[in-house]
Every structure is written in structure tokens, then in C-alpha cells.
């Protein structure tokens, strides 16, 4: 599957897109940096009977126990049940100091991670005139299917409303996931997919994974050289493509490059 990143071409944002030639490496965004508002908020629900709520938790504990930096550890479901019947009372679950607590917690788990944004097209009007200064920039055409530090790529569902999230059912991280991948129906169009790693930074790319180069159909002719000079300085062997306004539909056609 070929996974596709937008980028302008403009005086302020050419070297950054350049580094992606010439370091062979990718940035991996705040989820505070992002352009919608409604993106990775926290919405947790804390109803529930508290023995409803004991054999949730019970569940979410018995998960967290088991695994912890990633390694199995033994866990006894007695010991569990002590830990659960020992601290959740009536009073612990109806506490709305303890409910923020445990949604901050999730919110500053959430907002640590770095998030790459792609998509599934590369010839999506809206998205060439918002990432790339109205077409005037290039798209990046990435196949991940051999590298492993992109291989997690994920779909994201596009919703009218918030995930209807049991805070007392799962554990944070589970909670964290679900959100991630989640976002308004509004930006559909997108069809985005997202990598997900611990914190934001660049994380490099096999050379190979780079197999497209789509140029904006208003794109100078000289970013065009620039861009493909920096390719064969880096011995990138991209295809390079060029996208052309049709001349009877609102639509775009994405043709070869022909150097």
C-alpha cells in the first residue's frame, strides 16, 4: 500500500521538506500541533454500580499486571481482587477530584506521543491546497511494507461524536489508542492513516520506501530540479509524477514525469 505526505514547497518550509531527501527521515508530530482543535481530547464516562465497576476494574488491573515494559510478568487473580476490593469504594468512584485525575493522567499519556499523518490518496483537491500552499508543493508516495519502524500504520475512524469510552473498563494506554485513531467525520476526505511512536521526533526511513514524487500542478519548474537534484545527490530513485488540473471535471491527474 502506498501511503502518501503533503508538503509546501514555500521560502519558510523548503529546507524542512529537503531534509526529508537528503536525512532520510520523517517528523513525528505533537498530537498539540495538529490543526483541529477536537483532535486527542479526552472524553471518559464514570457511571456505573460499583459492582459493575469492581469487575471492570478487576479485568483492567489483571491486564496492566500482566504486562509491564513490554515483558510478561505473573499475575495471581487473588491478589488482583484484593487490590480492586481494597481501593475502589463508593466514595473512591464518585470522587470528582479522583475522575480528573485519572483524565489528566490519560490526556498528558496521550499528548506525549509523536504521530505521523498520511493518507491513501494523492490526488485529493482539498488536501494539495491545504499542505502544500495551493498545489504549489510536492507529495511524498511511501511504501512502508519493508521497513518496521513505519510498519504499524493504522486507520483512522471518522466519527460524529466522541468514543463512547468506559473509563473504568480499560487501561490507559487502551484508552490512549482508541483516541489516537479516532477524529471528526468533517475530515473525511482525508483518509488518513497514522504511525504512532512513544515521543515526537524524526525516526528514519529506508531509502527504498521512498517510491513516489508527485509534483503540484502550480509547482515551479525550478523546486522541481531542486527536488529532483537532491534525490540523485541522496541516490533516491523515487518515480516522479506530476499532477495536472483535468480540463472537464474538478479533479486532478496524476500523470509521469517525464525529466
Known amino acids: 500500500m502506498i501511503l502518501y505526505k503533503y508538503r509546501d514547497f514555500t521560502k519558510e518550509s523548503k529546507s524542512r521538506t529537503l531534509e526529508i531527501l537528503n536525512d532520510q527521515e520523517l517528523y513525528f508530530s505533537s498530537i498539540n500541533s495538529f490543526n483541529d482543535p477536537f483532535d486527542g481530547k479526552v472524553h ?11 469487575a471492570a476494574q478487576i479485568r483492567t488491573q489483571y491486564t496492566m499486571k500482566l504486562r509491564k515494559e513490554n515483558k510478561f510478568e505473573g499475575a495471581k487473580m487473588e491478589d488482583i481482587k484484593l487490590l480492586v476490593d481494597g481501593k475502589f469504594t463508593d466514595e473512591y468512584i464518585n470522587n470528582q ?19 505521523l499523518s498520511l493518507s491513501s490518496k494523492c490526488d485529493n483537491i482539498l488536501m494539495w491546497s491545504h499542505y502544500t500552499y495551493n498545489h504549489s508543493g510536492v507529495c511524498f508516495g511511501f511504501d512502508f511494507s519493508d ?54 521526533g524524526t525516526v528514519k526511513f529506508k531509502p527504498e520506501s521512498l517510491t513516489q514524487l508527485i509534483f503540484g500542478s502550480k509547482m515551479k519548474v525550478e523546486d522541481k530540479i531542486e527536488i529532483i537534484t537532491a534525490c540523485e545527490d541522496n541516490n ?8 495536472l488540473i483535468d480540463v472537464e471535471s474538478y479533479k486532478l491527474n496524476i500523470i509521469d514525469y517525464k525529466i
Not at 236 to 243: D, E
Open 44 to 54: 471518559l464516562r464514570f457511571d456505573g454500580k460499583l459492582n459493575e465497576i469492581k
Open 97 to 115: 477530584k479522583e475522575r480528573n485525575n485519572i483524565a489528566s493522567r490519560i490526556q498528558s499519556m496521550h499528548n506525549k506521543k509523536g504521530v
Open 147 to 200: 521497513d518496521i519502524e513505519y510498519s504499524q500504520a493504522k486507520k483512522v475512524r471518522y466519527q460524529t461524536h466522541y468514543d463512547d469510552i468506559w473509563a473504568w473498563l480499560h487501561t490507559d494506554e487502551e484508552i490512549v489508542n482508541r483516541i489516537l485513531y479516532s477524529k471528526a467525520i468533517n475530515w473525511q476526505y482525508e483518509d488518513e492513516y497514522r504511525i504512532v511512536k512513544n515521543i515526537p
Open 236 to 243: 533516491l530513485k523515487p518515480k516522479f509524477r506530476q499532477a
